[in-house]
């Protein structure tokens, strides 16, 4: 098989699939590798791109991202043309973090993979069985904070419980109080503080926290996606409250806001944005997300310090 549609919100698992398509190319034979972003690339060009021989290269793996923008027929037809008469020297990976693409894309000869969002029992045994692996033991209120306090996936969470067994005790049994003060300890500028400062409407320490992070050379790709997921968590608050449920200890908890201090940022933030100003949010993230990937790297730092002063106007109480 030489193409591939792999979709869904889990990144962890989608990301374990591209490389075990890398390493079957890249063991038999030098492959060269691709990145294009569908949203910025047109099916011609990416279709040129398969079939584009290298000089050097047996075998070429190209990687079409954001892969739901594709929608006109006369574009997915040609996508599905090339995975009809593609040989095996050339693999295609369609990437989305939706859970559908293009209908026509069904006629297509591909492996398709959809990574769901893992289930509310596979994060906490995920999370057991890493802290055990590690030789740790953790209680509910442990995972429950770990859970509130980073993205959940299995890419996010792996990156951020590796640091955080740097810091956990080893002579006692951890507690929720642990957890949250040594993740905010790792996180002494991150995505977590900076959506902390948004909430607060502090323009200038908002912008400090982002210029650090910069810096220290963090992806603005990455701290966009944990704003979304913050955004979304802040929409889910906004929702709950209009129902009464805001101070439901059991509705906040299926929300991800069981913890102390991740309640009060959504509780700050409601005082200065409603459901629409929210929307505006997450359309501004993603129509950033999109700029940046255009726009030289020496711009990046005054794109993101835009889309932070944009994000604070977005809120009612301007």
């Given at each position: ?142 995972v429950d904070t770990i859970l509130e306090m980073v993205e959940n996936n ?90 009464g449920g805001a101070n439901n200890y059991a509705e906040l908890k299926k ?15 409601a005082r200065r944005y409603n459901a629409d100003a929210v929307e505006a ?38």
């Open positions: 098989m030489s193409a591939y549609i792999f979709i869904g919100p889990e990144q962890g698992k989608k990301q374990e699939a591209v490389n075990k398509v890398r390493s079957q190319f890249k063991s038999a034979q030098q492959a060269e590798e691709y990145v294009l972003y569908a949203d910025e690339t047109s099916a011609a060009v990416i279709i040129e791109t398969l079939q584009n021989q290298g000089l050097f290269a047996e075998a070429r793996i190209v990687i079409v991202k954001n892969a739901e923008v594709i929608k006109k027929k006369e574009d997915v037809e040609k996508i599905v043309s090339w995975t009809l008469a593609s040989d095996n020297s050339t693999a295609l990976i369609l990437l989305s973090d939706e859970i559908k693409l293009a209908a026509e894309f069904d006629k297509a000869k591909v492996n398709k993979q959809v990574f769901y969002e893992l289930s509310e029992t596979e994060k906490v045994s995920w999370l057991r069985d890493f802290f055990k692996r590690e030789g740790f033991s953790i209680d509910e209120d442990c299995t890419d996010a969470l792996k990156r951020e419980c590796s640091l955080l067994i740097n810091f956990l005790p080893k002579g006692r049994p951890i507690n929720s109080e642990d957890i949250e003060k040594w993740l905010s300890h790792n996180r002494e500028e991150s995505p977590f503080t900076l959506f902390s400062r948004i909430a607060s409407g502090d323009l200038a320490r908002s912008l400090e926290s982002m210029a650090i992070m910069l810096a220290a050379k963090m992806k603005a790709s990455e701290i966009l996606a944990s704003l979304t997921w913050s955004f979304r968590r802040l929409g889910d608050y906004l929702t709950l409250a209009e129902s929300i991800g806001l069981s913890s102390p201090k991740t309640k009060s940022d959504c509780v700050t933030a949010c997450l359309a501004l993230t993603a129509q950033y997300d999109i700029l940046m990937r255009s726009q030289a790297s020496d711009m990046e730092s005054v794109l993101m310090d835009r889309y932070i002063l944009a994000v604070i106007n977005a809120s009612r109480a301007k």
